[in-house]
Every structure is written in C-alpha cells, then in structure tokens.
C-alpha cells in the first residue's frame, strides 16, 4: 500500500519542519525522474512512481543520520501501513542487497542493522526498487544530474564510491533506456527542471 500524491506531499511537508534541508528539492526532483520514466513504462503505474520517489528518503524527518535514514524510514512507513514506501526506504540504497556498498556512515544501532538486513535478504528487487534507485542518483537538489558527474560528486564527498555500486547504477541507466525507448536525460527533463 502507498498514500495518495496528497498525502505524501504532506508527509514530507512535515519532515522539511522537522528537518529542513536539501533533501526535500532531491526527493522532489526523484519523484519528478520517477514519474517521467515510468509514465514511459507500460507496466509501471506512474502516480505510485512519483509517491515513491518522493518519500524514499522520508526517514530523514528523524534529523541528519546516514545509514540510520534508512531504517528511520523503514520503520515510519511500517507504522503507517504504508508497505511499498517502507520497501523503498530501505532498498533505494542498496542496489546490490549489500549493506556493505552503503555509501556514507553506518550510524545505526545492533538492533536497526539487523532489521536492514533481515528485510533486505527478504526482498526480490521490482522495477520499482529499481527506478527509485536509478532516480535516486539522477536527482540533485537543484535538478537532474548526469549520473557520472552525480557519482563522482557523492565520491568526493565521502572519499570513495563502491564500484560495483558504480557499476550498477550505470546497467539501471541503461536498462531504463532501453524500457523507455528514450534518452533519460531528455525524457527528465535535466536541462530544465527545478525542483
């Protein structure tokens, strides 16, 4: 189950007054690429796209934690019965199922580690963890980025980017723009959206 576009505008409404930041333009611009990309997808519903995109980092209302937004999210989204949002809080990170490809610091307590864990062996990746993991690295505070220039910014910023992260991000690219029939950059609109 996921909220109405409504709701979930309201819901990250209220995380930005708990934690104002540019996470809330990243998550705008990710359901924007979301939703472009899959109303270009027959099999994927592009409403459920955007709501997706626009709540995958939703856990980022608790404040400025790293891996802990992911089980933030998890969790909130768990208790709200919001099952397919809590998939996406926790799977946009983690394109190959290994918590150990995660990018950034691992501040999460014994019991949360193990619940990404748990949760993550459970899963069999959709398009949706998909398409939210691509839009995820397209999606800047200030726009759609190139992927690779999305990539070596996040490596600069933490020192190292995995490569077999790397690696996947660049097939999901082409996967999608093969599903599509179209160039990413132009069907996202990246020379002129703002979030």
């Known amino acids: 189950m996921f909220p109405t576009r409504e709701q979930a505008k ?6 930005l007054k708990l934690n104002p930041g540019p996470w809330g333009r990243h998550s705008l611009c990710c359901a924007h690429c979301a939703e472009k990309i899959a109303l270009a997808c027959e099999e994927l519903d592009a409403e459920k ?8 980092d939703i856990g980022r209302r608790f404040g400025v934690r790293h891996l802990g937004h992911v089980s933030d999210g998890y969790t909130y989204m768990k208790s709200l019965d919001f099952d397919e949002v809590a998939r996406v809080c926790l799977s946009h990170s983690f394109n190959n199922k290994k918590v150990s490809e995660y990018i950034g610091e691992f501040d999460v307590s014994d019991e949360e580690l193990k ?29 759609v980025l190139n992927i690779e220039e999305r990539m070596s910014d996040v490596e600069k910023r933490y020192g190292f980017y995995n490569e077999n992260k790397r690696a996947s991000n660049l097939r999901l690219f082409k996967l999608f723009e093969q599903k599509t029939g179209r160039n990413l950059y132009e069907l996202c609109q990246k020379e002129s959206f703002k979030p």
């Open 10 to 15: 309201a819901l990250l409404d209220d995380a």
């Open 49 to 56: 796209a955007y709501v997706l995109g626009l709540l995958h």
């Open 115 to 143: 619940l990404i864990n748990e949760e993550l062996e459970k899963m069999e990746y959709d398009d949706y963890d998909r398409l939210i993991q691509l839009c995820d690295c397209l999606a800047g505070a200030d726009g």
